[in-house]
């Protein structure tokens, strides 16, 4: 029972942790000029969405680097959707 206390409070620090870096990345990433951000951190992964007319790779650079300082989640685990 100890074991199953100690999992799920682990558990609930890690979603307390993924929620607090999925509203930083949304805020720096729509500081830099986007006007909209959506970031969903999942483990070692993260899903940005942002509204642009189209990404120009120092964008992607900006975003990857945001995330990275943000959750330590590594470019190539990063997935940037764009939505018009």
Given at each position: ?84
């Amino acid at each position: 029972l100890d074991d199953t206390k100690a999992q799920a409070f682990a558990d609930i620090s890690q979603i307390a942790k993924d929620i607090e870096n999925e509203a930083n990345i949304e805020t720096l990433v729509e500081a830099k000029g986007f006007a909209d951000c959506v970031a969903v951190v999942s483990g070692n992964t993260v899903n940005i969405v942002v509204k642009t007319d189209g990404l120009m790779q120092n964008d992607v650079a900006q975003i990857n680097e945001i995330v990275y300082e943000q959750a330590g989640i590594l470019p190539v685990n990063v997935k940037i959707v764009e939505r018009q």
